[in-house]
T-cell receptor, first 113, second 116 residues
Framework: GNSVTQMEGPVTLSEEAFLTINCTYT??????LFWYVQYPGEGLQLLLK?????DKGSNKGFEATYRKETTSFHLEKGSVQVSDSAVYFC????????????FGPGTRLSVLP | DTAVSQTPKYLVTQMGNDKSIKCEQN?????MYWYKQDSKKFLKIMFS???????INETVPNRFSPKSPDKAHLNLHINSLELGDSAVYFC???????????????FGQGTRLTVV
């Protein structure tokens, strides 16, 4: 079945540091890939997405590129802020009937001032 | 206007009770889901419905029963609550666009269930 693996953290960085959160997936066919963010006490919000190989999703300074050859979708940001502290989830959707979104275990990011 | 709303936000109840969590989406989506998030933040699909039809029914105790009166609502009823049911439950929805992958899931704010 489909699955998503990501570094579980926690990840602690100083403000303005570079962020990478690794994500790899296993899926049949050509899934869509997503990064969701969950701030404390809130639901999940879509951060960015990519629907085909070599697509780059970007939002709020975050980027991730759909790499089919390495089945990866690593999240990066050049300069993190304290407000980026949250839990980040990598996810895929196979787009089939009643599509199922499969999530990674989440990575907790803490950014210190 | 809240896209996916679920109520209540917090639910504290005693073991053995029966409770329901309601979910409504105003996005016109065809597919709705229930996810369970445990204390380590791990998200696990429980059910998904497409146009009121049950599509995914993962291995959850049959004490959990989803009900979809129409495609905008997917409620979760839980019988005989147990301590291990304590978790945050998220409702979500997405548009079923078979033939295109350009769709994402929209989540509610979650219901924190505490069984004492």
């Amino acid at each position: 079945g489909n699955s998503v693996t990501q570094m579980e953290g926690p990840v602690t960085l100083s403000e303005e540091a570079f962020l990478t959160i690794n994500c790899t997936y296993t899926a049949t066919g050509y899934p869509s890939l997503f990064w969701y963010v969950q701030y404390p006490g809130e639901g999940l919000q879509l951060l960015l997405k990519a629907t085909k190989a070599d697509d780059k999703g970007s939002n709020k300074g975050f980027e991730a590129t759909y790499r089919k050859e390495t089945t990866s979708f690593h999240l990066e940001k050049g300069s993190v802020q304290v407000s980026d502290s949250a839990v980040y989830f990598c996810a895929l959707s196979d787009g089939n009937y009643g599509q199922n979104f499969v999530f990674g275990p989440g990575t907790r990011l803490s950014v210190l001032p | 206007d809240t896209a996916v709303s679920q109520t209540p936000k917090y639910l504290v109840t005693q073991m053995g009770n029966d409770k329901s969590i309601k979910c409504e989406q105003n996005l016109g989506h065809d597919t709705m889901y229930w996810y369970k998030q445990d204390s380590k933040k791990f998200l696990k699909i429980m059910f998904s419905y497409n146009n009121k039809e049950l599509i995914i029914n993962e291995t959850v105790p049959n004490r959990f029963s989803p009900k979809s009166p129409d495609k905008a609502h997917l409620n979760l009823h839980i019988n005989s609550l147990e301590l291990g049911d304590s978790a945050v439950y998220f409702c979500a929805s997405s548009q079923d666009l078979r033939g295109t992958l350009n769709t994402e899931a929209f989540f509610g704010q979650g219901t924190r269930l505490t069984v004492v």
